[in-house]
């Protein structure tokens, strides 16, 4: 049997995350030989996949980064919140967030494939559930191209925003909005964003709930106008109230910043939010 130093242990334990006895093991089966060694970690992580494939992973970690005209926004997900707000898994996700930052991956599969520490990023996601010992899920990947984009994290990574600006103003302004989104959760960018089929739904809702009230039929129709102009004001970003001044819309506030300055996109993921 080869003899496995501490200095070989410790050297796979730095290159996989696994634990010293794991990382024992595994150089012992394969008899000192590195490559095997990480081969027999990644096979490990494959079985407790497997095993653990119907799980829920409803916990973990929701982060966003810009390089200023490029936003990516991914989450990453576990089953328990002790391995969520661990150091470790939080610095995994921030290598996905690299990865797509330098990529700039098209989707999902396409972030999965990119290549990180010699092995892909779903293959990095499989090793480290045999690490951790957790379903792993990497279930949520955003991106935002425009003139510039502002991101946002809010406390403990359980949410995260992107918010896209048509020019280059204070970065300030871009974290504001981002906040914005964070905290009123809009529906859609303005009213001509909302899909039909959700106008519909408030227009039956409206008059359901007038004529509950006992209003006229012939009230009815322009009753449910009335509610459905509140509901584009209350879930429509551009024209919510900026939270950070009030009786003022969020686009009078871009506004009085830069004249036609708008939200081009904004993207918006959280856990159980």
């Not at 494959?46 to 973990?60: F, H, I, L, P």
């Not at 010992?133 to 946002?152: F, H, M, P, R, W």
Request: charged content about 30%; hydrophobic content about 40%; overall charge negative.
């Amino acid at each position: 049997m080869a003899k496995i130093t501490a200095s070989e242990v410790n050297a796979l334990r730095k290159q996989t995350g696994a634990g010293m006895m794991d990382c024992k093991k595994a150089l012992v089966e394969a008899e000192g030989d590195m490559a095997k060694a990480v081969d027999i970690l990644r096979k490990k992580g494959q079985k407790v996949a497997a095993k653990r494939a119907d799980r829920e992973a409803s916990e973990g970690v929701v982060i966003s980064a810009t390089n200023g005209q490029f936003g990516a926004l991914i989450a990453l997900n576990c089953e328990t919140d002790f391995v969520a707000k661990n150091e470790s898994f939080i610095a995994l996700a921030q290598s996905f967030l690299d990865a797509a930052m330098s990529n700039k991956p098209t989707d999902l599969a396409a972030l999965k494939a990119c290549s990180l520490d010699d092995m892909t990023v779903e293959e990095k996601i499989i090793e480290q559930t045999g690490v951790i010992g957790e379903k792993l899920d990497l279930s949520s990947y955003e991106t935002i191209e425009s003139s510039q984009v502002a991101s946002y994290i809010h406390g403990g990574n359980r949410l995260a925003t992107l918010v896209g600006l048509t020019s280059v103003v204070d970065e300030q302004v871009g974290k504001d909005v981002a906040m914005q989104v964070a905290a009123m959760n809009p529906i859609a960018l303005d009213k001509e964003s909302v899909t039909q089929a959700t106008i519909d739904n408030e227009i039956d809702v409206a008059k359901d709930l007038a004529r509950q009230e006992g209003k006229p039929e012939e009230m009815l129709e322009k009753i449910a106008m009335g509610r459905l102009n509140k509901f584009f004001k209350e879930n429509t970003l551009l024209n919510q109230e900026f939270i950070k001044e009030s009786k003022t819309s969020v686009s009078q506030y871009l506004n009085k910043i830069e004249k036609d300055l708008t939200v081009t996109d904004f993207k918006r993921v959280g856990l159980g939010v």
